[in-house]
């Protein structure tokens, strides 16, 4: 089973996959975690999209494209968390799924008001270490700035910054958002309000990709 997770940064997208990963077994490819531990690595990927990131752009269709054929799992639930985020990478996806002889099952969108997403990014916090996520009113550390798992340190992502947060906002109204018609036309997409609680939208995601109708 193959699910896309759709909405703006900050909408709480990766906080459900990892809950999905933990509780029933999906894979949670996160384009954004690849892309970030590549940065950190300073791989040739990494370099590239940097610049992108720090911007609060897209990186290149082509870069990601190569990226989900090297990571997309032959086998097994699989979150797509981050991707895809453009029309052409929505094309990109199907046509790789077709040659497997696959198909996506759904996509959930995470829809949630620009305030709510404003909030959420800027109280993020990332354990630097192990990747776990937090905020700082929604969902502190038990100790300020440490890791409750492993005892990193928590820090904010650059492209969680006001300056970028806008510029994020404009390029998924711009790029991402088209892709809600897209998959509308194609009677898979599924619509969440984000602005619910972390276990009140847990229930919600789990009795949807449980239903087979
Ligand atoms: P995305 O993956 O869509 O960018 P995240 O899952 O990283 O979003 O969530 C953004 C921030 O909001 C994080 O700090 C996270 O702890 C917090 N968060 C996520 N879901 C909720 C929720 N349902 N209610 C309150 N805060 C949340
Ligand atoms: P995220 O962690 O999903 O918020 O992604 C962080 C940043 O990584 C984005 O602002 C983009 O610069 C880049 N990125 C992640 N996924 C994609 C994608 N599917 N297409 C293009 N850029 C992406």
Avoid: W
Wanted: aromatic share 8%.
């Amino acid at each position: 089973m193959i699910v896309v997770f759709l909405g703006p940064p900050g909408a709480g997208k990766g906080t459900q996959a990892k809950l999905l990963s933990q509780r029933m077994g999906f894979y949670h490819l996160s384009t954004g975690d690849i892309l970030r531990e590549a940065v950190k690595k300073q791989t040739p990927l990494g370099i590239k999209a940097k610049e992108y990131m720090d911007r609060g752009e897209l990186v290149p269709d082509s870069l990601i494209i190569a990226l989900i054929e090297e990571y997309l799992p032959e086998k097994g639930g699989v979150i797509l968390d981050g991707f895809p985020r453009t029309i052409a990478q929505a094309e990109a996806l199907e046509s790789m799924l077709n040659a497997k002889g696959k198909k996506l099952s759904k996509v959930i969108l995470f829809d949630s008001p620009d305030e709510a997403i404003i909030d959420r990014l800027s109280g993020r916090r990332v354990c630097s270490s192990c990747g776990a996520l937090y905020h700082v009113k929604y969902n502190p550390p038990k100790k300020d700035e440490i890791c409750d798992f492993c005892g990193g340190s928590l820090v904010q992502r650059e492209d969680d910054k006001e300056a970028v947060v806008e510029k994020r906002l404009e390029v998924y109204r711009k790029q991402t958002e088209p892709l809600i018609d897209f998959y509308r036309k194609k009677n898979i997409i599924y619509r969440l309000d984000a602005t619910k609680g972390v276990e009140e939208l847990f229930s919600e995601l789990e009795g949807i990709i449980k239903d087979d109708g």
